[in-house]
């Protein structure tokens, strides 16, 4: 059965560091989401992307983060300078089709933890 | 914007025995209801959906109920059993709309 993969699946990084965490989503969906959960906390939404670019981004989603769509499969989330509250789980996901109209399948998470 | 609020937050029966969780939405434009299950190092997994247009899904022991005039919903899981323990995030969002919010979450244990 197809599946988001996403890697690391643990990223330690010192405060102030840039890390890029990675997803690959499943080949034939075209929108792709990032989610973060902080330990204890909902899942929120980051930022959706269609076409190359952000369709949606949340409040939290400000000038330290970025989104990229670098080839043909990888579906990349960029943090500039981190900061202690980032620490969270990340989640990537993909759908067929954007909004509700169809399911959004998530990968199994990075944990990132900033230190 | 949408806001999700779910409850309980613990929730633990007995083998057999149902859980029902519930949610409520404050966004009128909402139209889509997924509720996922997470299970320990795993994301979201989605087990159900209900969409505006209809008031109850059922799918062998797990139900979703919707009551669009109250603007809450909820999830029924019927002889529950040890392997249903995880925790349950309802979510909101809309057809044209791809920021779905979620709940808080309901960490569900089933006793054997």
């Known amino acids: 059965e197809p599946e988001v993969t996403q890697t690391p699946s643990h990223q330690v990084t010192q405060m102030g560091q840039e890390v890029i965490l990675r997803c690959v989503p499943i080949s034939n969906h075209l929108y792709f989401y990032w989610y973060r959960q902080i330990l204890g906390q909902k899942v929120e939404f980051l930022v959706s992307f269609y076409n190359n670019e952000i369709s949606e981004k949340s409040e939290i989603f400000d000038d330290q983060f970025s989104v990229e769509r670098p080839d043909g499969s990888n579906f990349t989330l960029k943090i500039r300078s981190t900061k202690l509250e980032d620490s969270a789980m990340y989640f990537c996901?993909?759908?067929?089709?954007?909004?509700?109209?169809?399911?959004?399948?998530f990968g199994q998470g990075t944990r990132l933890t900033v230190v | 914007g949408e806001n999700v609020e779910q409850h309980p937050s613990t929730l633990s029966v007995q083998e057999g025995d149902s859980a029902v969780i519930k949610c409520t939405y404050s966004d009128s434009a909402s139209n889509y209801f997924p509720w996922y299950k997470q299970e320990l190092g795993k994301g979201p997994q989605l087990i159900i959906d209900i969409r505006s247009n209809v008031g109850e899904k059922k799918d062998q022991r797990i139900a979703v109920t919707l009551n669009k005039t109250a603007k809450h919903f909820s999830l029924h899981i019927t002889e529950t059993q040890p392997e249903d323990s995880a925790v349950y995030f309802c979510?909101?969002?809309?057809?044209?709309?791809?920021?779905?919010?979620f709940g808080a979450g309901t960490r569900l244990t089933v006793k054997p």
């Open positions: 996901a993909s759908s067929v089709e954007g909004g509700s109209r169809t399911e959004a399948f």
């Open positions: 979510a909101a969002g809309a057809y044209n709309n791809n920021d779905m919010r």
